[in-house]
């Protein structure tokens, strides 16, 4: 047995007063080793701020949580009841405001211009055709066609001064407008010259003539005509505008009244409840604004076209037979006025005098015109005029072939008295009943066009303010008839 130093024998070892197991001997902590004196001491992280709900994020929760109550979902009803009606009302005034100014401007200037220029085209080559009369007639010029081509300068200046005040400042109108009235004193001048050397004797008038009537065909006329074109698009945008249908109007209207009728439906469900008075009133001014929007729109298109298809379809039509009349005359005329001196080679190449062959093309051109303005006459009262005017058409044929026989055979004194009216049965007065018959036409269709257009614009006079008023009269129905069961809850 070892013993320790000194002697003794070892302690023995200690035991657990509760357990009787022996313990070991504690050891006392050890220290660790030092810290750097560099290291920093760690901190905890800052908290990370929560992002900002939107405006529309918690405007959603609001209403996602009103909508869990019957009060919150009756609430929700009536806002979008009224916005449907407000905004049903307010797209039925828009689009009716709009339909009504493109009407008024059918009937007040599109057509009107129209008119304008086509009378200004008119008066053009009419001053023309008396120009080449008178110089033909020389010193047996009559004082009544001196007056005529006089009136038909003051007509053309007088329109070009309407159409400028009418028309856009740099548009196309404008410039051609601009144009027109710098040529129309240079061609009077012409003329003047023309008429002065004729009356004295010396032949160089004819070439003064032949200057003017240059200028005329092939560069005032094409202006005028351009003009005409440009007004009869414009008149045919602004019938596009005013027959178009409404449907954004239409579409909020039907689907307005489906929601206030679904919303009674949903009332009488809940509360057995027949009718809700201010729910009821709202369908009512739905109803009637939707009728009223739906029947005036259709009268007005209905009149609309009328006026297109009676008025403005036959207007075209006989302003192109009037047209094709007046240079079939001047080309008449200006046939003995040339003597043969402008001549065109036809595509077999034979070749004839210029103004004859025009003559040709022109009253082939009238015969059709006159066919189809028969076709468009819807009554009695305007296919007579039409009827006239292809009656003397036929007998200024006649008579015109007479004259070309006489011309053709040396006769040139005869032919004169044919055209000019010294002879006769001359061609002038065919010409001249040719012109009365179409222009009586002309007034009776300008008149048929009024009357459809201004009963299509009547129709829908009043239906933009209607619509506003019972739009309002509707919303407020729909916010009564959901506040008056919202008054249940409390």
């Known amino acids: 047995m070892t013993g320790t130093p000194g002697g003794g024998a070892p302690p023995p070892p200690s035991r657990d007063p509760v357990q009787g197991v022996p313990t070991l001997p504690s ?8 810290a750097p004196e560099s290291a920093p001491v760690s901190a905890a992280p800052p908290p ?3 992002p900002r709900r939107t405006a529309f994020a918690e405007g959603f929760d609001q209403l996602r949580a009103a909508a869990t109550t019957e009060p919150g979902r009756l609430r929700i009803l009536g806002a979008l009841l009224a916005l449907l009606v407000v905004a049903f009302g307010s797209v039925a005034a828009w689009q009716m405001t709009e339909r009504t100014a493109a009407a008024d401007d059918v009937l007040h200037r599109s057509q009107p211009l129209s008119s304008d220029a086509a009378d200004i085209y008119r008066s053009l080559a009419d001053a023309n055709t008396a120009a080449a009369s008178g110089y033909l007639a020389g010193l047996q010029e009559k004082p009544a066609m001196r007056a005529g081509y006089e009136k038909d300068i003051r007509t053309a200046a007088a329109k070009l001064v309407t159409a400028a005040a009418n028309s856009e400042p740099g548009s196309p109108s404008a410039r051609t407008i601009t144009s027109l009235s710098r040529l129309l004193p240079e061609y009077k ?4 010259t023309a008429r002065a050397n004729n009356r004295q004797g010396y032949p160089v008038g004819g070439a003064y003539l032949r200057a003017a009537n ?8 094409p202006a005028a005509e351009k003009l005409y074109r440009t007004e009869n698009r414009r008149l045919g945008a602004d019938y596009a505008d005013a027959r178009s249908f409404p449907w954004a109007s239409l579409g909020l209207g039907v689907l307005a009244l489906a929601a206030l009728l679904w919303a009674q ?6 509360t057995n409840r027949v009718l809700n008075h201010g729910l009821v009133t ?5 109803t009637i604004a939707l009728l009223w929007l739906t029947v005036s729109h ?5 009149g609309l076209d009328d006026s297109h298809e009676h008025g403005v379809r036959s207007l075209t039509v006989l302003h192109e037979a009037r047209i094709a009349s007046l240079t079939a005359r001047s080309d008449e005329n200006l046939t003995l006025v040339r003597r043969g001196a402008d001549t065109h080679a036809l595509d077999d190449g034979t070749v004839v005098d210029t103004y004859e062959w025009g003559y040709d093309r022109q009253i082939d051109a009238l015969r059709t015109a006159l066919a189809r303005a028969a076709d468009l006459a819807d009554d009695k009262a305007g296919a007579k005029p039409v009827q006239d005017a292809n009656g003397f058409m036929k007998v200024w044929k006649q008579r015109h072939d007479l004259a070309r026989a006489d011309n053709d055979s040396g006769n040139y004194q005869a032919a004169r008295d044919r055209v000019i009216g010294t002879a006769k049965d001359p061609t002038s007065v065919c010409f001249d009943n ?29 239906v933009p303010s209607g619509a506003a008023v019972l739009a309002v009269l509707g919303a407020a129905g729909a916010v009564l008839g959901i506040g008056r069961r919202l008054s249940e809850y409390r």
């Open 265 to 270: 439906h949903r009332t009488y469900k809940r």
């Open 189 to 192: 001048g012409l003329v003047e």
């Open 48 to 50: 990370v701020p929560r």
């Open 214 to 221: 240059e200028m005329m065909q092939q560069r005032m006329l």
């Open 282 to 286: 709202a369908t009512a001014a739905a």
């Open 298 to 302: 259709t009268v007005a298109r209905a």
């Open 434 to 462: 040719v012109d009365k018959a179409l222009a009586a036409a002309l007034t009776h269709e300008q008149g048929e066009f009024r009357r459809a257009a201004g009963g299509g614009l009547d129709a829908l006079t009043g």
């Open 27 to 34: 050891v006392p902590p050890q220290p660790g080793p030092p």
